[in-house]
């Protein structure tokens, strides 16, 4: 049986380490969520005010600061309980992250390249019929692409379709995305691919979805995506109001008439299914406020028609590409509320009042507790540990330029490394190279000591400046992403222990 000294000896060698963790406390209850195993687990309060010193003081200084302001006898007890859970759960082992690589399931990586893509999107056009204020293809963003002139031709989507078919009959879902520009200024293409795919994939499935402003979408439009089974993207911002602010033709004058009447052909014609098959894309812009989010749900009411259980994604403009703030010190935009605290309060008000779901709040926060619901659990403290949220380049998704260069993904940086092209495919060295050992050489120093490397879904996106993987940047954004991590987890503690039924639906929510 241990004595007092030798639990002060046994604490101070596992915390001198420095294990990666992090507490939570709702007020009701206080947990601890360990890096090692990914486990979060309930702590007892006496455990709780020590883990707590061990975390704002150094091992020595907090243990005997324990000891005279709780007694010996406390400590001793505290440390029993400590040794017996790092004994049953594991927890507590890991100090630093030494193998930073892709998951798992991905160690395969360049036979899943060559089995295995998902998603095939194609930029049909660098055409637009709008000139939004948010835009990021407007010129004012130096890693962006620029609204251009070009189409992408039958010849290239075709090559696209033909490596679709040839590198991924190992793939569960597949499908052709349809990008732009706005691409029903291309629709012939649209019509050919869809044609082309089908005659290629036979019985086999294969999906297809757009991303549209809606202006364009007339009753003969949203005839044929439904008789293809599109899925449909549709960006609108909110009420006429909102929607105008930003989203206007190259004249100026505001698009709200002509987006909604192709969304509502849309709604029409797919009928039942609408609500599954057509989503809306919402950006979230200045000025910020909760009374603006509050008057963006209001779209629904205003739209008898649109369905109130559609998803719509809504998201803040990208970095840079609106004026948030003037010259040093003198803000242009003040936030009362943000996004996420906004959603926060919708979904909890749902769940206390079993209301009708929020249109916006709850794709948000539905996805972000589902994906913490169902995250591995280690029964023994792993030393694997995945890229951050960094998919496979080449696996789950290909982007083909107009010229019919690859790229990670739509919202990866113009500037960033190609990966391949339809005539020659995915080129492996530069995948290895560019988003495997340079994303590892970059990323592991800061991630090596973070306590939320497991949870944390940063990608090449957060990291690339320049067309080359910047520390600087990825650096700036993994404060962010910790931020938000330590805010869910509060969150989803709280909501868990009221709405524990309701939670644990969750683990049968599909991911996307």
């Not at 539905?366 to 591995?376: E, I, S, V």
């Amino acid at each position: 049986m241990k004595t007092k000294m030798h639990y002060k000896e046994s604490m101070y060698e596992l915390f001198e380490k420095k294990p990666l963790f992090k507490l939570v406390d709702t007020g009701n209850e206080r947990y601890v969520y360990d890096t090692g195993t990914n486990k979060i687990l309930k702590c007892e309060d006496e455990i709780y005010k020590l883990l707590k010193e061990l975390c704002l003081k150094n091992t020595k200084q907090a243990i005997d600061e324990y000891i005279e302001k709780y007694g010996e006898d406390t400590f001793a007890y505290v440390s029993k309980e400590i040794d017996d859970v790092v004994k049953n759960e594991c927890i507590f082992l890991e100090n630093k992250v030494t193998n930073f690589d892709l998951s798992p399931h991905f160690k395969n990586w360049e036979e899943q390249i060559d089995t295995s893509l998902q998603i095939l999107t194609l930029e049909i056009t660098e055409k637009c019929n709008y000139r939004c204020g948010y835009c990021v293809y407007k010129g004012h963003m130096d890693e962006k692409r620029v609204h251009g002139i070009k189409n992408m031709s039958f010849d290239i989507a075709k090559k696209a379709i033909d490596y679709l078919f040839g590198h991924s009959h190992n793939g569960k879902d597949k499908a052709i995305g349809f990008y732009g520009g706005e691409p029903l200024l291309n629709f012939e293409l649209v019509k050919k691919c869809v044609e082309y795919a089908n005659s290629c994939f036979g019985t086999k499935k294969i999906g297809f979805t757009i991303t549209t402003n809606g202006s364009l979408v007339t009753k003969e439009i949203a005839q044929f995506l439904f008789d293809h089974d599109f899925t449909v993207l549709v960006s609108v911002d909110g009420p006429k109001e909102i929607h105008d602010a930003y989203r206007k033709f190259a004249n100026g004058k505001g698009t709200y008439k002509r987006t909604i009447a192709g969304l509502e052909n849309l709604v029409s014609v797919y009928g039942e299914v609408a609500q599954e098959k057509i989503m809306l894309s919402m950006v979230y812009t200045p000025p910020f406020s909760g009374q603006k989010l509050d008057r963006i749900s209001e779209l629904w009411k205003e739209l008898s028609w649109l369905p109130n259980e559609m998803t719509s994604m809504i998201t803040y403009p990208e970095e840079g590409s609106v004026r948030t703030h003037g010259k040093p010190g003198e803000v242009v935009v003040q936030e009362d509320k943000d996004l996420g605290l906004w959603a926060y309060e919708k979904y909890e008000q749902g769940l206390e009042d079993s209301a009708e779901s929020n249109s916006i709040s709850n794709p948000i926060l539905n996805k972000t507790f589902a994906l913490l619901m169902q995250r591995p659990v280690f029964q023994k403290s792993s030393s694997q540990y995945a890229m951050n949220g960094c998919c496979v380049p080449g696996v789950r998704k290909l982007y083909v330029s107009v010229a019919g260069d690859f790229h990670l993904c739509e919202k990866i940086s113009s500037l960033a490394p190609i990966i391949g092209h339809v005539d020659i495919g995915v080129d492996k060295e530069k995948v290895k190279k560019h988003y495997i050992d340079e994303y590892r050489d970059v990323s592991l120093p800061l991630c090596k000591n973070c306590w939320a490397v497991r949870l944390c879904r940063s990608c090449y996106i957060d990291a690339i400046k320049g067309g080359e993987l910047d520390q600087t940047k990825k650096e700036r954004h993994c404060h962010m992403h910790r931020k938000t991590i330590e805010k869910d987890l509060h969150q989803f503690c709280f909501l868990r222990e009221i709405f524990p039924e309701k939670f644990n639906s969750l683990y049968d929510y599909e991911i996307r």
